[in-house]
């Protein structure tokens, strides 16, 4: 799973996933992508599922690009604890995913394999998803 070697702050606040994205809306690398239809925070496990079904429905053909990285600490006070005694430790890594981002990319499989491939790892994540091509590879 992908966390980062180190951060400036330890732990981080909750914060709001508000507006659309402003970068990584547009296909960069592969031929098909996998856009966020919703604002939403994924966990660095979603993504690695994610990265595995996709890997695994291609064959290991082609090419796969991932656009997220899980850079936000999520801390959480373990379980019957009081309040108070200041804030939990940090527990996993999450991304801070807005709508229009493109999470994952592929290219070098047919149309219809990326689109089973991304159809079976939508299914991992809690925001939702749609395929999209570049403009010589067919209808959007």
Do not use: C
């Amino acid at each position: 799973m992908q966390q980062p070697k180190s951060t400036k702050y330890r732990k981080a606040h909750k914060g709001r996933i508000h507006g659309h994205a402003k970068g990584g809306t547009q296909l960069n690398f592969g031929a098909y992508g996998l856009k966020a239809i919703t604002p939403g925070r994924m966990t660095a496990r979603e993504i690695e599922a994610g990265r595995r079904t996709i890997t695994r429905h291609m064959k290991r053909a082609g090419r796969i690009w991932i656009r997220v990285f899980p850079d936000v600490p999520v801390s959480t006070k373990p379980a019957e604890v009081r309040m108070g005694k200041g804030k939990g430790s940090p527990e996993y890594w999450v991304a801070r995913v807005k709508p229009g981002r493109i999470m994952f990319e592929v290219d070098g499989v047919p149309r219809a394999v990326a689109e089973e491939a991304f159809r079976r790892a939508s299914a991992k994540f809690r925001v939702r998803t749609k395929l999209i091509t570049r403009l010589g590879e067919g209808a959007t």
